[in-house]
């Protein structure tokens, strides 16, 4: 079985503070991470490799220092890492995103992929169904469990608002799965080893087969026309005083707009 | 618009680098210089004192005649035959868009009735396009996502909305994907810019730590999924006339096939996300049996319990109870947040509820940002007091 696993490296976003004053994030001093439901990808991965053989490569699109995230999925237990990494890749949104990883995935002959859900700094949940379609494949979103897997299918549960779904699909196909699906493990000292001598594949635009057209900027439908701070709540009341005071003017304040 | 460094302008004095969300800026030979990392997000373009850093218009592709798309489109999605009550917030939005741009409403219904896409007409939509191919039965990403790219293809609405919900956010990037179009997740706010007719989508990002305004200028249609509960329904019309068109292509296919479908909705969730009050506890409560002092306000006012992620972290309450990005999403009348400092990731779950009322020790915590009403103080003093005077009140 060849599997595949689609990374992200991300800002933690729990670190990210805003500046007040200029309304942009300072990120000074915010570490990078794996992508929090990527973890659950790489271990879902490395599950099905257990149960039925085979080889996870992981990949991941973004500067030259996302190598990083590859060489900790390794040590995880990953195969080998692939880093697809080019300025022309520049600027991608989730169109170019998908379309750049689908070339390169295209020639790993992936069985299954998996992605996380969705990725925190940018919370799309895109990439991972887009992607399955410019490969002209089935996907299964949200997955919360594999209930079995062999060479010609798999079943699993897909969470949905008001409970789940039990689907299967043929291979080859994409999954994207939450983080109810596993326990991501810890690297072990051995895979820490390998991880560190390990060779990273690098991919630019040379080594996949695409119209520039199609590739980071000039390929992304959608721009950002500005971002700005989440406004603090208008007419905020702060209740001052004694204990006592405080409850007496909340109570003041929610009789008024008879809450209670 | 993306950006670019003015090499001749730059002095190399790196104020910009801490800016970039995503470290796409970098320093090469003393100057300052994109890297492949940069999302185009703009941070950055107002940062430098020298003015260096620049946006440049991207050209349009060719081919694209944007002119001749026209009207909104909503999906409506249905469980069990079931129009589900996104499709009726999405039509609210849906009408005022396409009033503002001076064109018609359609909605697109797979797997229902006809009695259900007349209750579409009466809540503001003109058109219905309806598929009652058995293959809709279930949700299946491929036949989807095949007949709706189709009749986009045959018909180019201008902008395309479906809900932020596990159906829409499934199969609609496959839609995107495949018309060769851009799509904007989990929008909160939708406008037209008045000079373009452009569509504004506004969505948080960052974990709801900044808001960005996304546009889609030279691809059609603009497609975006709308996140639930945030957008208003429209008016009810008993009397609204519209026009059911029936849809479908031959080969529709699915290589994925549902063997069943499981209902487990926990009481507790959908009274998490049904109440109208909420009392949510946090890591504040210094102890697990603080959520005893919870419960009674919770119940005294016939509301439900939440909690933030520290205090599941902490194992003082199941995960169920959890509020935010992790966990529930909730927007009921009153929110009361105790002993909860307002961590991004909680904020996101629970800032659109009406009237939100924090009581924390740290008059710096972030939870007071949006807060309607805040109280400084010990949760220990004030909720004991506050379950007294309401059963003063309702004594009286």
């Known amino acids: ?64 220092q996302a190598e990083t995230a590859l060489r900790e999925a390794i040590s995880m237990g990953a195969d080998e890492g692939v880093l697809l990494s080019d300025r022309a890749f520049a600027g991608s949104d989730t169109w170019a995103t998908s379309f750049t990883l689908s070339k390169a995935i295209a020639k790993l002959q992936a069985d299954v992929i998996f992605c996380g859900k969705q990725a925190i700094d940018g919370d799309t949940a895109q990439v991972g169904p887009e992607t399955a379609e410019f490969l002209n494949i089935p996907h299964i979103s949200y997955i919360r469990k594999i209930e079995e897997v062999s060479q010609s299918g798999i079943r699993v549960q897909r969470l949905m608002d008001e409970g789940y779904d039990v689907i299967e699909s043929a291979l080859p196909v994409l999954l994207t799965v939450v983080k109810e699906l ?14 560190k001598k390990a060779v990273i594949k690098k991919w630019g635009q040379a080594d996949i087969t695409a119209d520039e057209n199609d590739l980071g900027l000039k390929g992304s439908p959608t721009q950002v026309k500005n971002i700005f701070s989440p406004e603090a709540r208008p007419g905020r009341k702060m209740l001052e005083g004694t204990p006592e005071e405080q409850v007496d003017a909340l109570m003041q304040e929610l009789r008024g707009i008879k809450c209670l | ?29 003393g100057k300052a210089f994109i890297n492949e990392y940069c999302e185009a997000c703009m941070t950055c373009l107002n940062v430098c004192p020298e003015g260096a850093i620049i946006e440049f218009d991207k050209e349009p592709p060719e081919g694209t005649d944007i002119e001749s798309y026209k009207g909104v489109w909503i999906f409506a999605e249905q ?20 009033d503002g741009r001076g064109t018609g409403l359609s909605a697109v219904l797979f797997g229902a009735s006809e009695t259900e896409a007349e209750e579409l007409i009466k809540w503001g939509a003109d058109k219905v396009y309806l598929s009652q191919d058995r293959i809709f039965e279930q949700f299946n990403d491929e036949p989807y996502s095949q007949l709706l790219a189709s009749l986009i293809k045959e018909h180019k609405p201008e902008t395309v909305l479906a809900g ?14 495949r018309l060769r179009t851009g799509l904007t997740a989990d929008c909160t706010s939708l406008e037209i810019d008045k000079e373009t007719g452009n569509l504004l989508q506004i969505r948080p990002a960052f974990g709801g730590n900044i808001m960005a305004t996304i546009l889609c200028p030279n691809n059609r249609p603009q497609m975006a999924t709308v996140r639930p509960r945030v957008m208003k329904r429209g008016q009810y019309d008993e009397g609204r006339k519209g026009e059911i068109v029936k849809a479908g292509i031959e080969g529709l296919l699915s290589r994925t096939r549902v063997l069943e479908t ?31 002092l919870i419960q009674e306000l919770a119940e005294l006012l016939g509301g439900a319990v939440g909690s933030s992620r520290a205090a ?21 009348t009153i929110y009361f947040a105790c002993g909860i400092s307002g961590a991004v ?46 059963k003063e009140v309702r004594g009286a």
């Open chain 1, 1 to 64: 079985m060849n599997i595949v696993v689609c990374i992200k490296q991300v800002p933690d976003t729990a670190e990210v503070r805003i500046n007040p004053e200029t309304g942009t994030l300072i990120r000074e001093g915010v570490p990078s991470i794996i992508n929090p439901f990527d973890m659950h990808a790489i271990e879902a991965g490395l599950y099905i490799k257990e149960k039925t053989g085979g080889k996870v490569t992981v990949i991941t699109m973004g500067p030259p």
């Open chain 1, 182 to 195: 596993n326990e991501p493990r810890l690297p072990s000292l051995k895979g820490k080893m390998t991880a």
């Open chain 2, 1 to 29: 618009m993306p950006v670019k460094i003015n090499r001749d302008k730059c002095t190399g004095c790196e104020e910009c680098l801490a800016s970039c969300p995503v470290s796409a800026i970098d320093m090469k030979d």
């Open chain 2, 79 to 98: 469980r069990g035959g079931k129009i589900s009550s996104i499709a009726y917030e999405l039509l609210g939005i849906g009408r005022k868009l396409a």
């Open chain 2, 164 to 177: 932020a919900t596990p159906i829409g956010r499934s199969f609609i990037p496959r839609v995107a994907a």
């Open chain 2, 262 to 292: 499981v209902k487990e909705v926990s009481d507790i969730t959908v009274n998490l996300q049904e109440a109208n009050i909420i009392v949510s506890g946090g890591r504040g409560l210094g102890d697990p049996k603080g959520f005893s």
């Open chain 2, 312 to 332: 599941v972290d902490a194992g003082w309450i199941p995960y169920r109870h959890q509020v935010g990005q992790t966990g529930k999403t909730v927007c009921p």
């Open chain 2, 345 to 390: 990731q909680h904020l996101v779950g629970m800032q659109s509820s009406d009237i939100i009322i924090a009581i924390n020790k740290n008059p710096e915590a972030p939870i007071f940002n949006v807060a309607t009403y805040g109280i400084v103080g010990d949760l220990y003093e004030i909720i004991p007091l506050l379950i007294k005077k309401i």
